[in-house]
């Protein structure tokens, strides 16, 4: 057995990695390796920097990608880890991998910590990242509906609706971002390296799709959506937020009818995005959501280790 850094050839592997595991666990893909290619090879940081590969007889058999952006208060860790002999050993190895990566950086905070995202059937990969002192921190649910038949949106007299042009609304987009999920957060926050770089490179965010509005005093929400390619004629809402100024007052409920009316006019039926809304591992409070006729499908547990001793 043997690790190796990654470069910008194993796009195709990781992908393949990923979705075997994805197919194991929920029986659909993760993937499609162009739109992967956006996130391994990215805006904060090379494939060899912060890319791991497993190989064990000559064949790689798992792989694992590290995150680290602004502001430096995490590393995230992405796992591809398909089924197979020796599988929790293997996530032990990668784990201790991803580790050394963000310990090694110049740029991570002196009390960062790590990040994981694990699956919540996947019970063996949680056992591993317990026993190497992770600890669950939140849940993340994504949620699909039939969009068919979803109303037009209602929305408030005092605002503008226009689609979001990565020219003119860059800044005010993420503004809004920013303010919905601020890094204080802690379980999920874009960086605007991350942003920027998805909004400007990832091929399923095609044009037309993305919403902003904005009231008198300047942006208020926004809705980044995608073509989702876990399954055919549907769309992702990938980011969605609404200024705190503006809560509560339907803007949501209208943001996510508006984006089902862009995802109808190019023939798809379904819509998925993923909320950490109901993040307690037993709340299950969605109305947001199935208030337009989504429902959860599966969660995605958030683990941190928070105990590292830095050198």
Known sequence: MRIRPGSSRDVATFT?????????LRGENSWQ??????????ATGEPADNDRYLEVGG??????????SEPYAKGTINLALPPGRDRADHARTLIGAAERIVRSSPHMAPDAALQLDVAREDTELR???????????QKMTSLEGDILDAPAPAWPADVEVATFSITRDLTAGYDVIRETFPPKLGGWHLSKDDYEYSVQNDPTALPGLSVIVRDAQGPVAIALNFLDTTKSNTGLTGAFGVRTRRQRQGLGHALLLESFDRFRSRGWAHARLATVLGK???????T??????MRPLFDDLTLAKTDMTWP
């Open 127 to 137: 056992a591993v990242a317990e026993e190497l002192g992770f600890a669950v921190i």
């Open 59 to 68: 064949e790689t058999v798992a792989a694992v990608h590290v995150h680290m």
């Open 16 to 24: 393949r990695l990923s979705n075997a595991q994805s197919q194991w």
């Open 33 to 42: 390796e162009d739109e992967l290619a956006a996130i391994l090879i990215s």
């Open 288 to 293: 947001l959501f199935t208030d337009v006729g």
């Open 280 to 286: 307690d591992l037993d709340d299950d409070n969605y």
